[in-house]
């Protein structure tokens, strides 16, 4: 018998990979459609009165609204969550029966005010979000299922913002990816529900919707712009915004969850390669929660991600050079990264504050307040509820594969401080950036620490109309850069 080549083992690996996955998903699959109604009704009891079952199957809308970007289109059109509304009620018909579709589009006009590379420079972009989730429990054909498909489309007008600094400025203007004019298919995955506690999603996803997320600075469409204030810039580098991926979830108790995942390190939006899972990659995130009141929430996330791929060795004497002229430079297999993501609601403003009303009875402003935000459930504000609270994250990883080895941020954001503006979010925060030691051996000075500044706050015109303006002070990381003021503004409308 003829010994095997490297091609025909690596093509039986990822055969049997696929086939040990296929196994999985086929329990799974087998766990939750053929359990009993008994079952399903005890579950539903334990999830509480929000677990309701649409003709006779459990619903993931249901139980959790905010798995989907709107969950209530009603509402006049100064307060409803989406521009076009409930199309004379087919849109609220269509999610009752498990479709949702839903787009919103992302405007930033940013320029260099002082410094950078380019001082003066301006750039417009823009990001269209569209999506559709279908709901299999609503549809009528197995409990607790959700298919998600969500494209994008970037465009811009200019070249990029020529700021100079390591860390984008305009997190959005790399999506969907770095070239502009770009239209890409960057998540369809299938969302399963086991049982209450324990969930996977099987498929493409975009890595920053699931790992390092926070309530003050997470998203740049309505918080902070610049990518170190929203994610860890050192997950970049062992993750993309869009890879094939296994996930799970499983709640162990009521304040703490493991999350453990697998996935194809080396794929990036846009890229459909035929060596699948050749780098896999292994990441997990452990949640714990508690409360220091009644509603001051607190979070702490820990992370660790290990990728298995070449990496660019930087403790190579004569790496610089060889990048300039073009010589592939030592390589060394593997990356990780450890991280640490936390949050802490300090304040919360009681109903009468938000409204400026004084009603006899605290329970009489509450449901004022409930029935006013009932008019625009969304995964945004129902993910950053009103109040003030600080967040802080963290990285590290190997100075010998990482040119930026330890990464640092926090501040302090909130949301509806103002009586009478629930809907407007600010932002106050710092990131730092630290070259590896192993650079200092490298005969060209070229790069150093980077610390930036950002402030921000987000006008809600309306629910689904925010009109944010932001002011960044970056001491860039490239040497040869002076220190950068950036200004911008951001439109961002739900349709």
Known sequence: MKPKTAKQLNV????TFGLLLAVCISGFCAQAIAADEPAQAADAAKAGETAKKEKGKLSLTKVAPDVTPVSDYSGDIWNRSTLTGDWWGSRTNLYEHGVMVDAALTQIFQGVASGGSDSGDTMYNGLLDYGLSLDTGKLDLWSGGLFVFNAQTGFASGDPLEAGNISPPNFTSIYPTGDFDDTQLMEYYWNQALSKDALIWVGRINAVNFLDTNRFANDPRNQFMNLSMSNNPLMGGVVSFSTLAVLAHFQITDNFAINPAFYDSSMQPGNYRNDLFDDPGYAVQADLTWKLDDDLHGALHLQGLYADKDVTKLDNPRLLPQLETGVSPETRSGNWVIGLNVEQYLWKPPPPAVYGERPRHAALARQRLDRKESTVRTKSFDFQEPGI???????????????????ASGGIGGRGIIPGRIYDRLGLGVYWLKESSDLNNQPADLLDDELG??????????????????VQWIDSGVTETDDTVVLGTRLFTAF
Do not use: C, M, V
């Not at 039986?12 to 055969?15: A, H, I, N």
């Not at 609270?389 to 990464?407: D, K, M, Q, T, V």
């Not at 987000?458 to 109309?465: F, I, R, S």
């Open 453 to 470: 500044f950002e402030a921000f706050y987000n006008l809600a015109l309306t629910p689904w109309a925010q009109l944010s303006f932001d």
């Open 389 to 407: 609270g600080l967040f802080g994250r963290f990285g590290y990883s190997p100075e010998n594969r990482n040119a930026w080895n330890i990464y």
């Open 12 to 15: 039986l690996k990822r055969f």
